[in-house]
């Protein structure tokens, strides 16, 4: 009974056993293991680097051809099929689960280390060029790695009526059950470090929003604590499903995100934001072949690239796979032309928006100070420094912790969905018993790393695991070259028209 029992969810059982016995690793050999990664994803991001560079631009001008292509019109689902969820309730699933809490850690630090650090000599103020630069890493790029795998996955599930994985991209192409279940764990794995990296990042930073509001020194039982709570909540949200839980927090995450970017907005010179706004966007379609490319007075150098670029499109690519997938879930009823534009330029879009608010806001404070001590130069606490410099601050500070919790809920419970479809045989609603497994196994990971970086002050544990992502998305860089063959190859064989 329980041989039979691991064969059939073989990738559940393979997964969670090499999960434990990595875990189990660096628990025992904890400096071993961090000078490991760290020598490791050193060599990825300087001998894939560039390569990362090509496929991101590559990307980028793919799906922009197959949307503009008449393969745009083939629909994901039946001809008649009408889209599950409305354009507010797909926008706001979408952007919860692909870029969360991301944009609160960042709003404030990458603008100004950009102005601060320009990336490369150029003809544009210093303002102009830190938000292109912010826009370039955080726009296009990102989400077309995420519309790849919804394209792919999209036309696999609901088109040739696949199971929901990624190997089912593959799947016409090869025969090896051995390889499709590799390729499906090796998923599994990178998306279950992204959600470990995601809560230990997401509730230091509720941590140093708590102890920042209430001048404390909330510890290590708090960030536990955090981990339980937004655990508990996420698997509450999984148990319910997509159109009741899932949908329902990231309506909120938006709710709450427009709430404060439309209030720094209205308290901040609103002309000179909508200047740099459309100054900075404009900048970045223009330049964004040669940004994509490090040509020539672009290139910002392999230092900068490698601790900058390099590492978010190694990020981007780790969580495409799961972020992808769920795109591709909520999607049924849309054509491919409204699945890529909508992906690609509707969040991108919101995301200049908000950083030019947040940015450009930053940007006047320091030209007020006349000196710049480097305020806004903790990533988990410049928000909340900046915060204080406008009305209501502490209604501004709770709100983002609430945020930032719903924001990691939004992302736990979405991976939560995506990882039971995994090892459910790629059920389209899986049973709620994976969803309770992967929402226990994910708190007792993220449990533990955070533990053990505390008794080891020396090795940033979490930082290690971000790391491990880039080692982890090498091989998704590598298959999606395959899958993008494996999929025209499927559109030709099946006559859809080029």
């Known amino acids: 009974m329980i041989l039979k029992s691991i064969q059939k969810h073989a990738v559940l059982f393979a997964s969670i056993g090499i999960i434990f016995i990595c875990t189990l690793i660096v628990f025992f050999a904890t400096t071993s293991s961090y000078n490991a990664i760290e020598q490791a994803s050193l060599w990825v991001r300087n001998y894939f680097g560039y390569f990362y560079l090509y496929l991101g631009l590559g990307c980028v001008l793919l799906l922009l051809a197959v949307a503009m292509s008449p393969l745009g019109r083939i629909k994901l689902g039946t001809p008649d099929a009408k889209p599950e969820h409305s354009l507010w309730a797909w926008t706001a699933m979408l952007y919860s689960a692909g870029m969360g809490s991301g944009i609160l850690l960042r709003a404030v630090q990458e603008p100004v280390f950009m102005q601060q650090h320009p990336p490369y000599a150029s003809a544009l103020s210093a303002d102009v060029l830190a938000l292109e630069f912010t826009f370039y890493q955080w726009g296009l790029t990102a989400w077309a790695f995420y519309g790849l795998f919804a394209m792919i996955v999209g036309y696999a599930l609901f088109v040739k009526q696949k199971h929901v994985r990624v190997s089912a991209t593959i799947e016409d192409h090869v025969k090896s059950k051995t390889l499709k279940n590799t390729v499906d764990v090796v998923t599994i794995i990178t998306t279950v470090f992204g959600l470990i990296a995601a809560i230990g990042l997401g509730t230091t930073q509720i941590n140093g929003g708590l102890n920042h509001v209430f001048n404390t020194q909330f510890g290590v039982l708090t960030t536990l604590a955090l981990c339980v709570l937004i655990c508990t909540i996420a698997c509450y949200s999984a148990w319910q499903g997509v159109n009741k839980g899932i949908k329902l ?37 223009l330049d964004f072949i040669p940004m994509s490319l490090a040509l020539g007075d672009y290139n910002p150098g392999i230092d900068f690239l490698t601790g900058w670029t390099f590492y978010y499109w190694a990020f981007w690519l780790a969580w495409a796979p799961f972020t992808g997938i769920f795109i591709a879930r909520i999607s049924k009823g849309r054509t491919l032309r409204q699945l890529l534009l909508g992906v690609l330029i509707i969040p991108s879009l919101g995301t200049f928006f908000w950083f030019s608010v947040f940015g450009s806001s930053a940007f006047q404070l320091i030209e007020n100070w006349g000196v710049y001590n480097n305020e806004f130069g903790n990533v988990f606490s410049s928000i909340f420094v900046f915060f204080q410099n406008y009305p209501l601050a502490t209604v501004l500070n709770m709100t983002t912790i609430l945020l930032l919790i719903s924001f990691l809920v939004t992302s736990v419970d979405s991976a939560v969905f995506v990882l039971s479809m995994f090892t459910d045989n790629g059920s389209k609603n899986p049973n709620k018993k994976h969803r309770f497994i992967w929402s226990v196994f994910i708190l007792l990971a993220t449990m533990s790393l955070v533990l053990l970086g505390n008794v080891n002050a020396d090795v940033d544990v979490l930082d290690a695991v971000q790391k491990l992502l880039i ?10 070259l395959v899958m993008i063959v494996a999929f025209l190859k499927d559109c030709i064989q099946t006559k859809t028209p080029l």
């Not at 209205?266 to 970045?284: E, G, N, P, Q, W």
């Not at 080692?471 to 999606?480: D, V």
């Open 249 to 285: 927090f990231s309506k909120l995450n938006i709710i709450l995100t427009l709430l404060i970017l439309l209030f720094i907005f209205i308290s901040s010179d609103m002309l000179h934001i909508l200047k740099l706004f459309a100054v900075s966007t404009v900048h970045y379609v």
């Open 471 to 480: 080692i982890t998305s090498l091989p998704f860089a590598l298959f999606i």
